[in-house]
């Protein structure tokens, strides 16, 4: 049976959409806690999982956080930092510490994106998260064309606002939303055998 691991959120089993709300909400403190730049954290991070779930099949990387990081020519280097390290760093370390394990498995990973990063996205005020979700979709790109050879998936997930608690309350009623249960069919598609030949590909979720 394949087995899927987990990566700050899950998308497997009852309440999938419920965990990986609450762990999408503390992902953004998570993943500057555990990985950062420190590689033997990354890999320390890597080997617990594993070591849990015995093997990987299907890896999911959903860790990630949204900030405002203001016009470019008055932003904060800091938030800047902060969002690439949320999105894109844990995405890269994620994706390095399971390959040797997705190919075992002729496996597949998949990632969590965001409108933002597609093309004729609105990026103004938001560069730095539209930055670094940019760069999980090229990270994914890059995968799927090296692993090829070793049969090994790689394919993301770019919703609009999700419909989670905290953005419900900092956003506009007025704004439509994607229900986090539309995420985690996206994410079981992907990974399972329906899409055996599916790698290199964006599944964009509207509101």
């Known amino acids: 049976m394949r087995r899927s691991v987990p990566c700050h959120a899950e998308a497997d089993g009852l309440g999938a959409s419920r965990r990986l709300a609450v762990r999408r909400a503390r992902a953004g403190e998570l993943a500057r806690r555990a990985f950062g730049r420190d590689a033997r954290r ?8 594993l070591h849990r779930a015995g093997s990987a099949g299907a890896a999911h990387h959903a860790a990630g956080g949204f900030a405002s990081s203001g016009p470019v020519a008055a932003s904060d280097p800091a938030a800047w930092n902060a969002q690439l390290t949320t ?5 890269y370390a994620v994706a390095r ?9 002729h496996g597949s ?15 103004a005020g938001v560069s730095a998260y539209a930055v670094a979700k940019g760069g999980v979709l090229a990270l994914m ?58 790698t290199g590909q964006v ?3 509207a509101p």
């Open 97 to 105: 510490g399971f390959l040797p394990a997705l190919r075992e498995r």
């Open 141 to 198: 790109r890059a995968i799927a064309q090296e692993e090829r050879e070793h049969q090994v998936r790689a394919n993301a997930v770019a919703p609009g606002t999700l419909r989670t608690g905290a953005n419900t309350k900092a956003v506009p009623s007025a704004t439509l939303m994607v229900d986090l249960e539309s995420v985690v069919q996206a994410v079981r598609f992907l990974a399972g055998a329906d899409a055996r030949q599916v």
């Open 109 to 123: 990973i998949t990632f969590i994106a965001s409108q933002a990063a597609l093309p004729g996205a609105r990026v």
């Open 87 to 91: 999105n894109l760093h844990t995405a």
């Open 203 to 205: 599944i964009e979720l």
């Open 42 to 49: 990354q890999q320390d991070f890597v080997g617990v999982a």
